[in-house]
């Protein structure tokens, strides 16, 4: 039996919902993602960002996503 390998696997794990976190006055009225809070923090620091710093941010904001306060105590 000859050895055969099989062809290395390039199909992308199916994409998971984002998480949503929750943060008492940290985000007061619509989403935010942590890639654009690094990238609001760096920006502040004075990093300038690259194409790979845009691409970080991107799918930290497919990860984590802060979610405003709920406003009703109903």
Known sequence: ????QS???T???????A???RLPGFVVSEETGL??????VTNR???????GCNR???ALNR???FSPRRTSRG
Request: proline letters at 19%; charged letters at 35%.
């Open 1 to 4: 039996m000859p050895d055969e």
């Open 7 to 9: 062809p290395p696997d």
């Open 11 to 17: 199909e992308q794990p199916p994409e998971q919902p």
């Open 19 to 21: 998480r949503r976190v």
């Open 35 to 40: 890639g654009d809070v690094i990238k609001h």
């Open 45 to 51: 620091l004075g990093v300038k960002p690259c194409g």
């Open 56 to 58: 970080r941010a991107a």
């Open 63 to 65: 990860r984590i996503v």
